[in-house]
């Protein structure tokens, strides 16, 4: 069976989080040097952007395991044809 298609999806969804992970990065970023926040807010901010950074690093390694298992797929589709 070749799942190659489905994998495929899988990065696109993928790599379309990591695109809105890196918009709100930014936005996260440029709320984060705002002169008037206090530091309370600032914090908050400061986690935000650390959980942001952890979950984009989340989706490419989600994305290196699936073009792991597309190289594998294709190894095995060549054994067999």
Known sequence: MDDI???QGDIARN??????????????QS???DPNLRDDEKRIIEQRIHDL?????D??????TLERKISMEQSINQAVF
């Open 5 to 7: 298609p489905v994998i």
């Open 31 to 33: 709320n984060f040097n």
């Open 59 to 64: 989706y490419i390694m989600a994305n290196e």
């Open 15 to 28: 790599n379309g989080e990591i695109t809105r992970i890196e918009g709100e990065l930014s936005q996260q």
């Open 53 to 57: 950074k952890q979950q984009k690093q």
